[in-house]
């Protein structure tokens, strides 16, 4: 985590969306010359995440909650399906850990790669549109 300690989730995501958006139109540049944005932003989305973009007191409530066999207050599909990942993880590895120290777990566990950035590809995009317009207005200042 190194330089990222002060930065929020949220700024985590946001530079890592952007990150994988730019690997990604690497990748396909080199298969695809001619790719489009709309292209390169699905592939993305469908990527590997650097890790779980969640803090560690929800993913404590809600792997408690799940723990408790409670039903999670979470409407969104793609957050629901992240503590479920969060959850089997921490379940396989929690049975080997004193009891003392289970949540430790999950300190690690949401730093771990995630399958995914558990993002709808129009919140993906819209994090991309905003950061790229956001640059090219400041770019334009300077």
Same mark, same amino acid.
């Given at each position: ?5 002060? #930065?929020? @989730? ?6 890592? @969306? ?17 790719? =489009?944005?709309?292209? @390169? ?49 921490? =379940?396989?590895?929690?049975?080997? #850990? ?24 129009? =919140? ?19």
């Amino acid at each position: 985590m190194n330089n990222r300690i002060n #930065c929020s @989730v949220r700024e985590m995501r946001k530079q890592d @969306v952007i990150n994988s958006f730019y690997e990604s139109y690497k990748k396909l540049k080199k298969s695809k010359p001619f790719t =489009t944005q709309n292209e @390169v932003i699905e592939y993305a989305v469908k990527s590997e995440a650097p890790r779980f973009y969640v803090t560690f007191e929800n993913a404590r409530r809600f792997i408690s909650l799940l723990s408790r066999k409670k039903k999670l207050p979470i409407v969104n599909e793609n957050k629901l399906e992240m503590y479920k990942e969060i959850y089997r993880r921490y =379940t396989k590895q929690a049975k080997d #850990c004193n009891k003392r120290y289970k949540y430790l777990i999950l300190e690690k566990i949401i730093e771990e790669p995630a399958p995914s950035f558990y993002l709808e590809e129009e =919140t993906f995009r819209g994090i991309i549109y905003k950061t790229l317009r956001s640059r090219n207005r400041n770019f334009a200042i300077n």
